[in-house]
């Protein structure tokens, strides 16, 4: 069963494609990579999945609803994190997993076990009380995903989720994802670390609006004739009119 | 609705872990208001005054008592030749001099031509304007006494500025108290409210709002409900300041001054919105709020400077302010007195602001992140 289904997406900004006719499916629990230099147009197909944008033409469904007609229903049964953001800094741990359950619809009987639960899981038993600002950047990154599926979302939107984070933390952070996906909570994953690539399912990469290449890391990696996903990217990359890298 | 109350706590845990944002919010209205009611003033106390009087008659000795005797002025000395006059001024211990005429009482029982001179100090216009004002006042009543006296048979004039009818004991605090509270409450509802939601787009946390499920007008509302009850708190404390610190009575109906405010509050917070929907980052709306709005209410709206002063520009520039006319209405109601048929003017410009203002920003509030 597909959780995401996009059909000839396009999103124009003026004469500008920023998303060019791209289709492509997601099942439920995979993992999916989401690759692209810097205004490929990640953000706007990510954002249009999210019911943030309204897409110029084409068809996308997520969660079951469509993003175009549906967009309320999509966006509560989706989490999502950014890099950008993760929490409120003036707000203790505890408070802010208590906002976004609150946001979310959590049930108020369940938001506190579930929160001491939680805290258990990532080890911060100790830190409810701690404002978000006092914790390190890895710690807050982890919290922040586990803030962005507290709800059970079907699926979970990762933009960049690990920018700025050591490797010992991005490490501990795939693995939360891989539980997240285990517990059948779709992954849908933007990064810029290659490495990383290849701990999904499967990888898109996106050239000037356009899904230039689509398939698990192995295949594309076979198919591009390269040792890493770090060279399938920098081939495909070298396609593109705007030449960034 | 839980939504709602969530988010609600959210923003009251953001002003009150801020210490400089509850401290603008509740200190510094008292501050002001103690400030300019007592500091910044445009009263006179105890101001030294010189007499040249050569006639030293009943009359001029009434004239230099009346003076004498008011909270406003004190006696420093005579002189005895109008030479002396100019090397006062120049000391600078002289607030002003009064210059009688020759045979004062004889000319005024009989020409009715007495004449008086005040003499100020130029270079300080506001103090020597007030001054020679309060001077006056006081001759004027002199005056009145006397006619009382003397059967009615002198012919003067009371020269009276209106605004002093409602202001008897000429305190400066009667005029402040309105400006203050319409600076206090725009200030809380215009730039506290701009620069919140503004923080909340610079930081990318209202991407992360308009990803949930919560509704985008719910999060503005949300936003304005801890900013308007901190309104209606300093509304209060400013009202208590005002008749039990700054001794300035509510001559008015108090429903009608709440009505008005509250209509007032709801002006400023949707420019507020207006504003923060227009802009990316904290300080543009500070600065939007600010220099833009605040600056313009200080000076022109008749808090400090009165507005028949201005050039015509200015005055039309004051038209468009929204405190200008909240600061009438509430003269009317709190200091004259008034009911609601002298501030039906007012109060539908304010209404008319309001619904521009929030179709305006409805409109430009991004629902989506285009």
């Not at chain 1, 706007?44 to 469904?61: E, F, N, Q, V």
């Not at chain 2, 003067?156 to 319409?182: D, F, H, R, W």
């Not at chain 2, 900013?227 to 208590?240: E, G, M, P, R």
């Not at chain 2, 009505?259 to 709801?266: D, E, N, V, W």
Request: a neutral charge; charged letters at 20%; proline letters at 4%.
């Amino acid at each position: 069963m597909n959780v995401i289904t996009v059909e000839n997406l396009t999103k124009k900004f003026g004469s500008f494609t920023a998303v060019d006719n791209i289709s492509f499916e997601v099942g439920k629990g995979e993992i999916f990579g989401f690759l692209g230099a810097n205004g490929a147009g990640k953000t706007t197909a990510m954002r249009m999945l999210c019911g943030l944008l309204k897409p110029t033409s084409g068809k996308g469904i997520v969660a079951g609803y469509d993003i175009r007609s549906e967009s309320e229903n999509v966006k509560a049964s989706i989490g999502y994190m950014s890099q950008k953001f993760a929490l409120y800094e003036d707000l203790k741990v505890w408070e802010n997993i208590r906002l976004y359950a609150g946001i979310y619809g959590v049930p108020e009987k369940d938001i506190a076990p579930k929160t001491d639960e939680l805290l258990k899981e990532l080890g911060f038993e100790t830190e409810k009380e701690t404002l978000v600002k006092s914790l390190p950047l890895g710690w807050r990154q982890k919290l922040a995903f586990s803030v962005s599926i507290f709800h059970e979302p079907k699926v979970v939107f990762l933009d960049e989720p690990t920018g700025g984070v050591d490797p010992v933390t991005r490490r501990q952070f795939w693995e939360m994802i891989y539980k997240a996906s285990d517990r059948g909570i779709t992954v849908f994953v933007t990064t810029h670390y290659m490495d990383e690539a290849e701990y999904c399912n499967r990888v898109s990469i996106m050239v000037d609006g356009r899904i230039d290449a689509l398939d698990s890391p192995a295949n594309l990696k076979k198919e591009f004739n390269a040792t890493s996903m770090d060279e399938v990217f920098r081939k495909l990359a070298r396609k593109s009119k705007n030449n960034e890298l | 609705m839980r939504q709602f109350l969530v988010f609600v706590q959210k923003e009251f845990y953001h002003i009150f872990r801020d210490r400089w944002t509850t401290l603008i919010l509740l200190v510094l209205p008292i501050v002001m208001i103690i400030l300019f009611g007592f500091g910044i003033t445009t009263e006179i106390r105890n101001t030294k005054f010189a007499v040249y009087d050569p006639s030293r008659d009943i009359a001029t000795q009434g004239i230099v008592n009346k003076l004498e005797t008011s909270e406003y002025f004190s006696l420093d000395r005579y002189v005895t030749s109008p030479n002396e006059i100019e090397p006062l001024f120049r000391d600078g211990e002289i607030g002003f001099v009064v210059v009688l005429g020759e045979n004062f009482y004889e000319n005024l029982l009989h020409t009715g031509n007495a004449k008086i001179q005040l003499i100020a100090d130029g270079t300080d216009p506001n103090t020597a304007s007030t001054l020679t004002s309060y001077a006056t006042i006081l001759l004027s009543s002199y005056q009145q006494e006397l006619t009382g006296t003397a059967g009615g048979t002198i012919p003067y004039q009371i020269k009276t500025e209106v605004k002093l009818l409602y202001n008897p004991s000429l305190k400066s605090a009667y005029n402040i108290v309105p400006g203050i509270m319409g600076m206090i409450l725009m200030l809380i509802c215009a730039l506290m409210t701009s620069v919140s939601i503004a923080r909340e787009k610079e930081l990318g946390t209202m991407e992360l709002l308009l990803v949930s499920p919560m509704k985008p007008i719910l999060i503005i509302l949300s936003k304005l409900v801890p900013y308007f009850t901190i309104s209606i708190i300093n509304y209060i404390t400013i009202l208590l300041l005002s008749v039990f610190v700054l001794k300035v009575p509510i001559a008015g109906s108090l429903v009608l001054l709440s009505a008005l405010s509250l209509l007032f509050i709801f002006v400023s917070l949707s420019i507020g919105i207006l504003i923060s929907s227009l802009v990316e980052k904290q300080i543009v709306a500070l600065l939007i709020s600010g220099m833009i709005l605040m600056m313009p209410a200080v000076f022109l709206s008749g808090l400090m400077f009165p507005i028949e002063s201005m050039p015509v520009v200015l005055q039309w520039i004051s038209h468009i302010l929204p405190v200008k006319w909240f600061i009438i209405a509430v003269r009317n109601v709190m200091i004259k007195g008034l009911g609601f048929s002298s501030i039906i003017r007012e109060v539908l410009i304010l209404t008319g602001m309001a619904a521009v203002i929030i179709t305006l920003s409805l409109k430009k509030f991004k629902y989506r992140l285009e």
